[in-house]
Structures are given as structure tokens and as C-alpha cells.
């Protein structure tokens, strides 16, 4: 069974277990995998026999003498599998990516190979959109105070200390921080791996421990 890991202080070495899959799931996994591979093939074959005829999924005749801007190998997963379920992904939406966001219909006419819209839209509930301060609605109290900090300390808030200097603002922020987690200090950094990547190593060393 997984267990939790229990950090550093306890002298716990890291080491993270998964629960075994059941070799019955497995198996259907990997015949499901080998039936849906084999049929993408013959399909393949079909089309390169021109019996099966999709202008698509081949480069267009007065564009075979260029260099290859993609390889029919790589993309056979795109060809085959994920063509035929690419609905329940991209989906285009006419809405701010709010808490609730509206999408505009589509349908196939050909399998996958094109969506065409229908003309029709959705109300459905966001679960997929790095909302999570609601800065992604049209209004609201977040955009109200983002739009009032904005006019106030301008654009640059958001930016590296070495670019655009430390505010009162990040003083204020690193104090709310450090009361909340009850801890001396704080240090704030705005979003994104390069910013922990190339920080936090100052910190601390790959096993959690302070560094020297």
C-alpha cells in the first residue's frame, strides 16, 4: 500500500510507493494498446493502398519534393488514437475562463479528421484553468484589487526584484506569509519553474536539509 511521506526530520528516507496494478488490468491494458496499434497500422496500409482516402493525413502531392516538416511515425498516435477522441480536448470556449466558462459546440463529419461547429454553446463548470485567485474572471473582487494595485504600484510588481526593485508591498506580503506559517522570515518569488529552479537550491540542498 502507498504510504506518506513523513520529510526530512523524522530521518524517513524518500522513497515513494505506488500500489501495484492487478496483473488482470494489465493485461487488458497492453492487449488494448496492441489491438488499437495493429488496426492504426492497417489503416495506414489502407490509405497508402489509396483504399482508404483522407487528403489529410498525407502530404499534399505538390509539396512531396520539400523537406518533410513532420514524421509519419510520430505522428501515428495523432493519426490513429488521438483523432478519434480530440473532441474532449481543445475545446474552444467565448468566455472569460471563469469560475463557469462557455463552450462553442462541435461535431465531426469524418471521423475526427475535421470539427466543424455547430452553431450552438455550453454552460458548463471550469475544472481545467489555473483559476485560482479568480483572475480569470471579468469582475469581481480580484480583478477590482488588481486593477487598484495596478494604478498603484503599476506593472512591475509582478516583476524579478533585480529588474524592477523590492516594494513595500513585497515587504508587506513576505510579513503575511511569515505569520500565517509561523515562521521568522519569508521570501516571496512570483510563479514559475525557472524561478524555483534556480532559487530554491540556494536554499536548501536535493534532500530538503538547509543549505550551507
Not at 115 to 141: A, C, H, I, M, W
Not at 154 to 167: H, I, N, T
Not at 185 to 196: Q, W
Request: charged content about 20%; some cysteine; proline content about 6%.
Amino acid at each position: 500500500m502507498p504510504r506518506t511521506y513523513q520529510g526530512p526530520a523524522s530521518g524517513e528516507p524518500l522513497f515513494e510507493r505506488f500500489g501495484e496494478t492487478p496483473l488482470r488490468t494489465a493485461v487488458f491494458t497492453y492487449i488494448g494498446y496492441l489491438f488499437l496499434n495493429i488496426l492504426g497500422r492497417f489503416q495506414d496500409f489502407l490509405r497508402w493502398c489509396s483504399v482508404l482516402h483522407c487528403p489529410i493525413s498525407g502530404e499534399p502531392e505538390k509539396t512531396r519534393s520539400f523537406v518533410p516538416l513532420y514524421s509519419s511515425y510520430e505522428a501515428f498516435y495523432t493519426r490513429n488514437l488521438y483523432r478519434r477522441v480530440q473532441d474532449c480536448w481543445n475545446r474552444p470556449i467565448c468566455s472569460p475562463p471563469g469560475v463557469e466558462i462557455v463552450l462553442l459546440d462541435r461535431y465531426s463529419p469524418d471521423f475526427g479528421w475535421t470539427l466543424e461547429f455547430t452553431g450552438t454553446k455550453t454552460r458548463v463548470l471550469n475544472l481545467g484553468s489555473y483559476n485560482y485567485l479568480g483572475f480569470g474572471d471579468s469582475k469581481g473582487p480580484s480583478i477590482t484589487a488588481n486593477e487598484q494595485m495596478t494604478y498603484r504600484f503599476g506593472v512591475g510588481v509582478a516583476s524579478s526584484r533585480q529588474e524592477a526593485g523590492s516594494l513595500i508591498l513585497h515587504r508587506e506580503l513576505e510579513d503575511l506569509v511569515a505569520e500565517f506559517v509561523g515562521t521568522e522570515a519569508a521570501i516571496v518569488f512570483s510563479m514559475g519553474f525557472a524561478t524555483n529552479s534556480l532559487n530554491l537550491p540556494c536554499l536548501v540542498d536535493k534532500s530538503g536539509n538547509g543549505s550551507k
